[in-house]
């Protein structure tokens, strides 16, 4: 079958590397059923070929008006399909949609009329928020990490950077790695504008957030960047949880050995 990737290698480059994700996240346990989805801007791909291609499916109202998203192009995981599928067959498990001048609604033009993922009003207005800002980022990536979730479940771990510095004290490459922390974002209904605003609010401070006894969302230059900020960060939650499973606090990397590092990496904070 003929596919939007055939003779773009740049492309299937991207789109490999997400099937190449999609297969982590179902080996880390972190994608039972159709659990996380992934998105990410392809526009910078788009040829006057891909430009022609006629819709494959009704206009989509987004459910919101993204002005930055106007003739953009993302690839998306599929609605209800399963990570572990989609490592193997990206192109069956997910879509390209072309974002329409009302910047309200979109179509599917390739491989297949795949419908995008619930979460594509977080997922756009991520995109819409980073292409705003000037950012380089393409990638939107959100996921069910068990250790993340389960910090969320306890309300101390939910004010404001209580996790973020939890996690970069547990082993120094979390900071290096993550260095902007990890935002927290109380819990709203799955899919809905109210949850995608309030994704954007924290994208100010944040490349990843924790949605409250959820999930986790990440941005990145690429899918592996975002799916390495989410790594180390779990990571760190497991050295927390063995830690207290085998009865004890964890100490933590003391305030100099953090401040020490931040200088000596050069982070922001
Ligand atoms: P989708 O199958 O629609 O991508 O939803 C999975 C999910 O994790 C919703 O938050
Ligand atoms: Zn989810």
Known sequence: MKS??????????EVN????????????????????????????????????????????????T????????????????????????????GSVIRILDDCA??????DQPVKPTSELPSHLSMHNFLIGKGSNYKASLHTHPIDLIAMTH?????????????LWSMIPE?????????????????????????????LKEYDVVMWEKHGVCAVGIDI?????????LSKSAQIYMTSKNMGFEPGG??????????VAFNLPK
């Open 105 to 110: 609604s979109y179509v599917i033009i390739a």
């Open 253 to 262: 990397m003391s305030a100099e050995q953090m401040q020490e590092m931040t």
């Open 224 to 232: 592996m960047d975002a799916f390495d900020q989410v790594d180390v």
């Open 154 to 166: 306890h309300k101390p771990f939910l004010e404001k950077d209580v996790l973020t510095n939890l």
């Open 17 to 64: 590397k997400v099937a190449e994700v999609a297969g982590y996240l179902w080996q880390k346990g972190w994608a039972e059923r159709n659990g996380g989805n992934i998105t990410i801007n392809i526009t910078e791909f788009v040829d006057d070929e891909i430009k022609a291609l006629p819709a494959i499916s009704d206009v989509t109202s987004i459910g919101t």
């Open 66 to 93: 993204l002005p930055n998203l106007k003739g953009c192009y993302f690839y998306c995981k599929g609605t209800n399909m399963r990570m572990r599928d989609l490592a193997r067959w990206p192109m069956e498990n």
């Open 174 to 202: 979390t900071k290096a790695f993550c260095p902007r922390g990890l935002g927290i974002i109380p819990y709203k209904l799955p899919s809905s504008v109210e949850l995608a605003q309030a994704t954007i609010a924290e």
């Open 4 to 13: 939007i990737l055939d003779n773009r290698p740049a492309l299937a480059k």
